[in-house]
């Protein structure tokens, strides 16, 4: 009888060792996501991060053309003062100023502009949103209680890359 209470109280024992290691087990798992590179992920192939970039080569389409007709302007005038003709090149040096001075305001105006665009991307609710949402997601099908970003360096002094759920969040997110 004393064998069978020993073997009973040892079986307890075990049982609640074993519950309690994957208790322990399930509470400390744990990811770590590159939020950095989620994000660079996310606006690289995304539409406004396209018309972003549309526009800027557009802009700077129309500067090269714009500077090219002022360089051009330039060798006529060139030409008209070595063949000495005087009032031809005070013309075309009034012409050359008018449109650098535009060239300079147009450049100015269109760099704020896409300034202004690349601070919304930068600062985008719905890529927080949909990010939370899918780190959610992932987290909870994959049973992770917590995920930190490696962005918080001074938070993670170490991580095993079997942690790194970066690129399965890049993949939710449709990328």
């Known amino acids: 009888m004393n064998k069978n209470r020993l073997a009973k109280l040892f079986a307890v024992f075990f049982a609640v ?7 322990a087990e399930q509470i400390t798992r744990f990811g770590v996501v590159d939020t950095a590179r989620v994000y660079q992920s996310y606006f690289r192939n995304s539409a406004p991060v396209r018309n972003y970039e549309s526009k800027k080569a557009q802009f700077q389409e129309e500067i090269n053309k714009r500077t090219q007709e002022i360089q051009d ?3 006529k005038k060139v030409e008209y003062e070595k063949d000495d003709n005087e009032a031809a090149a005070m013309r075309l040096e009034a012409e050359i100023t008018r449109k650098t001075d535009f060239l300079t305001e147009y450049t100015n105006a269109k760099n704020i502009e896409l300034e202004t665009i690349k601070n919304s991307l930068v600062r985008s609710d719905a890529f927080y949103q949909k990010l939370y949402a899918t780190l959610s997601r992932v987290a909870e099908s994959e049973g992770y209680s917590m995920i930190l970003s490696l962005q918080q360096a001074n938070g993670v002094l170490w991580y095993s890359p079997s942690v790194d759920i970066t690129d399965q969040v890049i993949r939710e997110l449709g990328m």
Do not use: H, T
């Not at 060792?17 to 208790?23: H, L, P, T």
């Open 17 to 23: 060792a074993v519950s309690s290691a994957a208790f």
């Open 73 to 75: 302007l330039q060798q």
